[in-house]
């Protein structure tokens, strides 16, 4: 089992920042490729960025990319998601989630996650 718990929501005005954090805890961290994805009101879940374990592969959605960095500080159990520029369309319940890799280290498959954490909110305002 893997726990994790996400931080560093909040609300945040149109062109700002964010960081959000991932600490994780249980079984060992460095095994699992990692994600992050988000839920607005009324949407499906979609995929923002995946690492992998190493960190040193990263994959991004087309909406993100060059605005968000995922990393991650294994010494800590700890994924990040630094979002800049932050639009309003940006808001949503963020989750990060664990993968053993089934589906490749940095798969945007929801299927292919087999962690959750309970997602923390991040409100971008106009």
């Known amino acids: 089992q893997v726990q994790l718990v996400e931080s560093g929501g909040g609300l945040a005005q149109a062109g700002g920042s964010l960081r959000l954090s991932c600490a994780a805890s249980?079984?060992?961290?460095?095994?699992?490729?990692m994600g992050w994805f988000r839920q607005a009101p009324g949407k499906e879940r979609e995929f923002v960025a995946a690492?992998?374990?190493?960190?040193?592969?990263?994959d991004y959605a087309d909406s993100v990319k060059g605005r968000f960095t995922i990393s991650r500080v294994n010494a800590k159990n700890t994924v990040y998601l630094q979002m800049n520029s932050l639009k309003v369309e940006d808001t949503a319940v963020y989750y990060c989630?664990?993968?053993?890799?089934?589906?490749?280290?940095?798969?945007?498959?929801?299927?292919?996650?087999?962690?959750w954490g309970q997602g923390t909110q991040v409100t971008v305002s106009s």
């Open positions: 249980g079984r060992t961290f460095s095994l699992y490729d």
């Open positions: 690492i992998s374990r190493s960190g040193v592969s990263t």
């Open positions: 989630a664990a993968t053993p890799g089934r589906y490749g280290s940095t798969t945007p498959k929801i299927v292919g996650y087999d962690y």
